[in-house]
């Protein structure tokens, strides 16, 4: 089996452990990348397109294919979904098409798409200017939210509690996204609907994420996982545990919620990530994006439901409806979170034996490499890595992380 993979903008070497699960999996996996390094992946099975241009993208991906024969293309990248859909529907091989890609993308059109659907969303507004952004805070009350329309990884997303500190967030925002990679790395030559930022109402209750399964008329939760960080302005410091605690009769809610929410968006057949948010004891859709969760949410989703996102998006890929059951724990415990640092150049991450070593640690993956560009808020949301450990119970579990954590230790240029 063969299938193609991309990237429209390399994204350092983040996804490579993907690729490498992919092919545990016993995929020939090509590599078409818009721009990017030349070295990135084995050179029989890996082309540099040098460009950002969807035709040149698309048509780079013709040639090869009409040469390789791939069987689906698939990406594990935010901004290359868009690209993704492009190149699968030039090419006649299963995908969600650019319209759907396009919904799954750009915040703003995502909830307009809901709101025609009546699937339960915050109130939200497009705030071209600042004077837009504190009349929305005014009509919204405080706390609100601003986020951009074309962010991932709650890079420059912020909490507000006044409208002092909403011009201060707002400005931040609206400099951030400019250079942002997640804004700047979509393909050019395709419609992405209105770049910028919104304000949102707040949500008050607890946050959950999701890895689901679209395939024709329904919708699976593989996955459900609680985010239990503390929150404060910004967004950035996710800590999670598994299995939920969310109720039978909560589930499915949720359940109607991300349903509605995929068949709004037009995924019919596609591999997922959702966040819910509760509020009033309701669930609210924040977002749902036509891929699966970064970090170790294919980890957590495999130890704690039995379910594998990488094996669906590979399924998918090729038309072939994954192995998937309705959300059913196994009564493994597990609490992850991202490592987080300060702002510098990093030098060397040191991780001592009993970290790496260690039989409850089930995820240990850093991503920050000597000589990196850490960003924290407001400049940015960079991500040292990502710690994830096993305990007999959600109070054992987070006890291990927080500990281990303490005792990975960064020094910076």
Same mark, same amino acid.
């Given at each position: 089996?063969?299938?193609?993979?991309?990237?429209?903008?390399?994204?350092?070497?983040?996804?490579?452990?993907?690729?490498?699960?992919?092919?545990?999996?016993?995929?020939?996996?090509?590599?078409l990348?818009?721009?990017?390094?030349?070295?990135?992946?084995?050179?029989?099975?890996?082309?540099?397109?040098?460009?950002?241009?969807?035709?040149?993208?698309?048509?780079?991906?013709?040639?090869?294919?009409?040469?390789?024969?791939?069987?689906?293309?698939?990406?594990? !990248?935010?901004?290359?979904?868009?690209?993704?859909?492009?190149?699968?529907?030039?090419?006649?091989?299963?995908?969600?098409g650019?319209?759907?890609?396009?919904?799954?993308?750009?915040?703003?059109?995502?909830?307009?798409?809901?709101?025609?659907?009546?699937?339960?969303?915050?109130?939200?507004?497009?705030?071209?200017?600042?004077?837009?952004?504190?009349?929305?805070?005014?009509?919204?009350?405080?706390?609100?939210?601003?986020?951009?329309?074309?962010?991932?990884?709650?890079?420059?997303v912020?909490?507000?509690?006044?409208?002092?500190?909403?011009?201060?967030?707002?400005?931040?925002?609206?400099?951030?996204?400019?250079?942002?990679?997640?804004?700047?790395?979509?393909?050019?030559?395709?419609?992405?609907?209105?770049?910028?930022?919104?304000?949102?109402?707040?949500?008050?209750?607890?946050?959950?994420?999701?890895?689901?399964?679209?395939?024709?008329?329904e919708?699976?939760?593989g996955?459900?996982?609680?985010?239990?960080?503390?929150?404060?302005?910004?967004?950035d410091?996710?800590?999670?545990?598994?299995?939920?605690?969310?109720?039978?009769?909560?589930?499915?809610?949720?359940?109607?919620?991300?349903?509605?929410?995929?068949?709004?968006?037009?995924?019919?057949?596609?591999?997922?990530?959702?966040?819910?948010?509760?509020?009033?004891?309701?669930?609210?859709?924040?977002?749902?994006?036509?891929?699966?969760?970064?970090?170790?949410?294919?980890?957590?989703?495999?130890?704690?439901?039995?379910?594998?996102?990488?094996?669906?998006?590979?399924?998918?890929?090729?038309?072939?409806?994954?192995?998937?059951?309705?959300?059913?724990?196994?009564?493994?415990?597990i609490?992850?979170? !991202?490592?987080? !640092?300060?702002?510098?150049?990093?030098?060397?991450?040191?991780?001592?034996?009993?970290?790496?070593?260690?039989?409850?640690?089930?995820?240990?993956?850093?991503?920050?490499?000597?000589?990196?560009?850490?960003?924290?808020?407001?400049?940015?949301?960079t991500?040292?890595?990502?710690?994830?450990?096993?305990?007999?119970?959600?109070?054992?579990?987070?006890?291990?992380?927080?500990?281990?954590?303490?005792?990975?230790?960064?020094?910076?240029?």
């Amino acid at each position: 089996m063969k299938l193609l993979t991309m990237e429209t903008r390399q994204y350092l070497s983040y996804y490579i452990s993907r690729y490498r699960q992919v092919e545990a999996l016993g995929v020939d996996l090509f590599v078409l990348n818009g721009e990017g390094t030349a070295d990135f992946w084995p050179a029989e099975r890996y082309r540099l397109v040098g460009s950002k241009k969807i035709d040149e993208i698309v048509e780079q991906a013709r040639e090869w294919h009409a040469r390789e024969r791939f069987d689906g293309v698939i990406t594990f !990248c935010e901004s290359a979904v868009i690209t993704a859909a492009a190149v699968a529907e030039a090419l006649g091989l299963p995908g969600i098409g650019v319209e759907a890609a396009v919904l799954s993308r750009n915040k703003w059109l995502m909830r307009k798409a809901y709101e025609r659907a009546g699937a339960p969303i915050p109130a939200y507004r497009l705030v071209p200017t600042l004077d837009d952004a504190l009349a929305a805070g005014t009509e919204f009350g405080y706390p609100a939210i601003v986020k951009p329309t074309m962010g991932a990884g709650s890079h420059f997303v912020f909490r507000v509690d006044s409208p002092e500190e909403l011009t201060v967030r707002y400005a931040q925002a609206a400099k951030g996204i400019q250079t942002m990679f997640w804004s700047i790395s979509e393909a050019d030559g395709v419609d992405l609907g209105p770049q910028g930022l919104l304000v949102e109402s707040f949500l008050d209750g607890r946050e959950h994420l999701i890895e689901a399964l679209a395939w024709d008329d329904e919708v699976y939760l593989g996955s459900v996982v609680d985010r239990i960080t503390a929150e404060g302005g910004t967004f950035d410091d996710d800590v999670h545990h598994a299995p939920t605690s969310l109720s039978e009769a909560d589930l499915a809610k949720v359940h109607r919620v991300v349903k509605a929410g995929a068949h709004a968006q037009g995924l019919w057949r596609s591999a997922m990530h959702a966040e819910v948010r509760f509020h009033r004891g309701e669930p609210h859709l924040l977002e749902i994006a036509a891929r699966i969760g970064g970090g170790g949410l294919d980890l957590i989703a495999r130890l704690t439901a039995d379910y594998d996102p990488i094996s669906a998006v590979v399924d998918v890929g090729r038309g072939v409806k994954p192995k998937v059951r309705h959300y059913r724990p196994t009564g493994v415990h597990i609490a992850a979170m !991202c490592l987080l !640092c300060d702002e510098g150049v990093v030098d060397q991450v040191h991780v001592p034996a009993e970290v790496s070593e260690s039989n409850k640690v089930f995820l240990l993956k850093i991503t920050a490499r000597p000589g990196d560009l850490v960003r924290r808020p407001p400049n940015g949301n960079t991500i040292l890595g990502f710690l994830g450990t096993t305990g007999a119970s959600m109070a054992d579990a987070v006890a291990t992380m927080n500990d281990f954590a303490s005792r990975i230790k960064v020094t910076f240029r």
